[in-house]
């Protein structure tokens, strides 16, 4: 492994990891600011530091900061029966096994280190006759060697493994090992029935997240994860091919991570606190902790798999192609530095966005019963991943024996879903710029009061207070 190897991969593990924390951190106080929003209350607001007078609160973002602190500060406890090894080994496990999931998840386009320049003269590209890029850049596949300068790609993924997908399937199993283990070690009832629905839950619903990806599989034609995103990018986004697959997995993904409103492994009023009822400190803090982080890599693996991943629409490695079908209606060429980079931030802002739905749901949906929970997975999501698969086989070999003028209307169909999603970010995006530097209004609609209703209904009564 060359300096520059080593160096490259520890840049992309720090970049992976960091995100992943930050995100995480910011994920416990969107969870509140989302809770007292809904509820209409108000939200994290008691953290506070005092500078030359003034207090600084931050709109509520000082509270990771004093969560993180408590967990060091508090105490270490272990019940006196626990087993010690288990009961520390579980927490470790928990945590371990989010961020081995990265690993394996493209956040970027490969580099093509020998077109690649820090400060490129962008408005001097040079083009050939047709408006292409003419740099060596290729723009499907994957950018080739250079051997007589010993440049090679650098793959913007922190372990480029042939078998993709599976590993991700086999790392995330794991975490089944870690909640099972942190409710038998405790010697607590409340905790070892926690532990039992975790596994249940989460080995349920493993099952139709595997089953929810075998269409897009199919699809795609490979298990790694960056060619699936350039397939993406060549035809169209997942969602629009696997739309049924795309809403099961995130359905199972919601239930993996144990979420509302299928946090019945750790339902409050049941179980006192689940699994981890026992644990305190930062032991407590890895489990709370670890929930997070697989929110950000479930999201993670969402948008590679079914929202493009790095991808945008009509742009390519090199540059901006908007074209429908046979049709070219603008070409840009664009330096591969840009390109590259537009990828990394699209594909980071994706996953930002994905994550805050899954913050809206948590605070929108009631709780499920147990047995719905296992109802829904084995009688409805199950099911359907079946059907989906076969759905799939059918419409793929249908569309295969169709000749080329099947697949000329399903490239256009392609191109225009690209136009719609180009269409659908630039409102947001728009509407987004517009509401931060907007003015807001508040305005009070009280929609009933129980003092209303009682006084509609007669009034209360009023009688002596009993000695």
Avoid at 11 to 26: E, G, Q, S, T
Wanted: proline content about 4%; overall charge neutral.
């Amino acid at each position: 492994m060359t300096a520059t190897l080593l160096l490259a991969t520890i840049v992309k593990i720090l970049i992976m990891v960091m995100f992943v924390l930050n995100l995480a951190a910011i994920l416990t106080w969107a969870d509140r600011r989302q809770s007292s929003m809904i509820q209409d209350r108000v939200g994290p607001n008691r953290a506070v530091i005092k500078i030359f007078g003034k207090e600084l609160r931050l709109a509520g973002l000082l509270h990771p900061l004093a969560d993180g602190l408590k967990f060091f500060t508090k105490e270490d406890f272990m019940p006196p029966n626990a087993d010690r090894l288990l009961f520390t080994l579980a927490p470790i496990m928990a945590m371990g096994m989010v961020f081995t999931l990265v690993a394996t998840i493209p956040f970027g386009d490969t580099i093509c280190l020998h077109q690649f320049r820090l400060f490129p003269d962008f408005w001097h590209v040079h083009t050939g006759p047709h408006g292409e890029l003419l740099d060596g850049v290729e723009r499907w596949g994957t950018c080739a060697a250079d051997s007589r300068n010993g440049y090679a790609p650098l793959e913007l993924v922190v372990a480029p493994l042939g078998v993709g997908i599976l590993y991700v399937f086999a790392m995330s199993g794991q975490g089944i090992i870690g909640a099972a283990i942190a409710g038998w070690s405790s010697d607590n009832k409340f905790s070892l029935m926690g532990a039992l629905r975790a596994a249940s839950q989460m080995v349920s619903y493993e099952v139709t997240l595997g089953m929810s990806l075998v269409g897009a599989m199919m699809i795609y034609g490979t298990v790694r994860l960056d060619d699936m995103v350039r397939w993406q990018q060549e035809h169209a986004w997942g969602i629009f091919v696997q739309p049924l697959a795309f809403f099961l997995f995130f359905a199972a993904a919601v239930a993996e991570n144990k979420r509302i409103p299928f946090d019945l492994p750790e339902a409050e009023s049941e179980l006192v606190s689940g699994y981890f009822t026992e644990y305190a400190g930062m032991k407590f803090g890895m489990f709370y902790f670890a929930e997070y982080a697989e929110v950000v890599t479930g999201s993670m693996l969402l948008v590679t798999i079914f929202l493009g991943g790095w991808a945008l629409p009509f742009f390519h490695r090199d540059g901006l192609l908007v074209q429908f079908g046979d049709t070219t209606l603008l070409r840009v060429a664009i330096p591969h530095v840009f390109v590259t980079l537009l990828g990394v931030l699209a594909f980071f802002g994706k996953v930002i966005v994905v994550c805050w739905i899954q913050v809206f749901v948590r605070w929108s949906l009631p709780r499920f019963r147990y047995d719905q929970l296992m109802k829904l997975g084995w009688r409805l999501l199950l099911p359907a991943s079946l059907a989906n698969i076969l759905v799939t086989g059918v419409v793929w070999l249908a569309v295969d024996k169709a000749g080329s003028a099947a697949s000329d209307g399903l490239r256009i169909a392609a191109d225009v879903t690209q136009a719609v999603v180009a269409m659908a970010m630039t409102y947001l995006i728009g509407r987004g710029v517009v509401g931060m530097f907007g003015t807001v209004t508040h305005e009070r609609n009280i929609i009933g009061t129980s003092a209303g209703i009682a006084a509609r209904r007669g009034g209360t009564k009023t009688e002596p207070m009993q000695a």
